[in-house]
């Protein structure tokens, strides 16, 4: 198998053997990137001088017999709304085209310390708004599996390239469902952890209280290594949880004898795509064949945390997206008439319309004679969406659905239609609300020959719980083993 296809624990195998170099390794990433990134698209910049230095220092440790740790000198992406010092970050925005932030993201900090091997930074939505990749003001990224469907959003770039194998793993970060939905669609594994389980310092803000940085990976163990990495409280992050980070590694258990699966059947409805919902049942299915009890539960408020998500993400983005005004960083506008117009001409230009359309949904939401009619009211009901979760825990272990309505779209089927696009995180926004861990793993292929997600949900804290059961449902499946062939003649 070619060393772009193998997993990061595999690959620390051989680079710990010495089978290879991690120059080896970066160069063989670079190489497939060379063939098949002009199609996919999922990066906006490449760091390779800083990866082979960073390789090289990888290989010294492995040459001197140091402890190496399990992601030291493996090839990751980054998504590009996390920080990352003296390399561009442009939040896939024009208003932030010539931003180098001066510090890196806690996040990155820690994949330093492991001794990773950082590839690029990704495309997105612009400032994570997006369920497709779309929004992006530089380019589409296309999905692996058919070039003429979108990757998923707003982490599209990071699933695309983890799906492609222009990358071992990546970070993204996760809203409304930005890591999950775009996992789901792209056939890897995607894991949002519970809030304030990884710091959010340097990630730039969309969402405050929703915004959470996650892994995608090609399989539940590497997925177990990355947040392993990433995970832990931080000082600089007054939203970060202090609580004990297990190694996730430890629960990677073949075994889902005695776990109760909750099965909602809110997610269940007619307008779920019919193949998503036989395959998601076959999964589930499985997990009952190895041991679990199934049973159905209910979230009766499922079908409000769209609207509810419509209204706080958007306004805490018009409070947190302020901040791009031409003063002191970023795009401005030149030659202003004065300080009022420089503001209005630098964001009506550096921002794009999906950004520009929330910043206004958000302005509305908290103005003056409508804060308590709707962004009040969206909270109480937030708080709903959460009593919901917190009961359905009582009584199982683990909660099972499709992480989409449906599988990967034509590129501009909906972006004439945001309510449509916005219907695409209908399975990924409750658990933002409660602020729950939940994991994307593949589970088949529509007819089509897209990929399907399954969702598992755990209460706060017990991604634990989340990680036994996808490595059990994985470890007794081969859906997680299935690659895209990509089209590359006269597609991208």
Request: glycine fraction near 8%; charged fraction near 20%.
């Amino acid at each position: 198998m070619p060393l772009h296809e193998l997993t990061a624990h595999a690959l620390h195998e051989k680079l710990k053997e010495r089978e290879i170099t991690a120059q080896e390794l970066t160069e063989a990433i670079y190489e497939r990137i060379a063939e098949v990134e002009p199609h996919v698209k999922g990066y906006l910049t490449l760091t390779k001088d800083i990866a082979l230095e960073q390789a090289d220092r990888a290989d010294q440790g492995f040459q001197n017999g140091d402890e190496m740790p399990p992601l030291a000198g493996i090839p990751i992406a980054i998504k590009d709304v996390i920080c990352t010092k003296g390399v561009r970050t442009t939040c896939g925005s024009k208003i932030l085209d010539n931003f180098v932030p001066p510090y890196n993201a806690t996040v990155m900090t820690k994949l330093h310390e492991q001794g990773v091997v950082m590839v690029g930074k990704t495309n997105m939505d612009e400032f994570a708004m997006g369920s497709s990749t779309e929004n992006s003001a530089y380019q589409i990224t296309h999905n692996p599996w058919d070039l003429d469907t979108i990757p998923g959003g707003s982490s599209g770039g990071s699933a695309a390239v983890v799906s492609a194998d222009t990358a071992v793993c990546s970070l993204g970060s996760d809203t409304g469902g930005s890591i999950r939905q775009p996992a789901a669609l792209c056939g890897v594994v995607g894991m949002k952890p519970t809030y304030g389980r990884v710091s959010r310092y340097g990630l730039v803000a969309f969402a405050s209280s929703l915004d959470q940085i996650g892994p995608f990976t090609k399989d539940v163990t590497d997925c177990a290594l990355l947040l392993n990495a990433i995970c832990g409280s931080d000082a600089m992050d007054a939203t970060s949880v202090d609580v004990p980070v297990p190694d996730f590694t430890q629960c990677l258990i073949n075994d889902v004898d005695g776990l109760k699966i909750g099965v909602p059947k809110e997610y269940f409805t007619p307008a779920l795509d019919t193949e998503i919902a036989d395959n998601v049942h076959a999964a589930i299915a499985v997990l009952e064949e190895l041991g679990a009890t199934v049973e159905e539960v209910s979230l009766p408020h499922t079908e409000y945390a769209i609207a509810t998500y419509y209204i706080i993400a958007p306004a805490e983005a018009s409070a947190n997206l302020a901040r791009y005004d031409g003063v002191r960083y970023g795009y401005r506008n030149e030659n202003p008439e004065n300080l009022i117009s420089m503001y209005k001409k630098t964001r009506s230009k550096g921002f794009g319309e999906e950004v520009k359309r929330r910043i206004m949904l958000g302005t509305f939401a908290l103005s003056a004679g409508y804060q308590d009619a709707y962004y009040k009211k969206a909270q109480k009901v937030r708080t709903l969406i959460k009593s919901d979760f917190d009961a359905a825990f009582e009584k199982v272990d683990v909660i099972a659905t499709p992480t989409s309505p449906t599988p990967a779209f034509k590129i501009g089927e909906r972006t004439a239609d945001p309510l449509q696009m916005y219907l695409s995180d209908v399975m990924t926004t409750p658990a933002s609300h409660a602020g729950l861990p939940g994991i994307s793993v593949p589970c088949g292929l529509v007819k089509s020959g897209l990929p399907i997600g399954l969702q598992l949900l755990g209460a706060p804290f017990a991604e634990e719980n989340v990680l036994r059961v996808a490595y059990t449902f994985e470890q007794n499946t081969e859906y997680h083993q299935q690659k895209p062939e990509i089209q590359t003649n006269g597609v991208g």
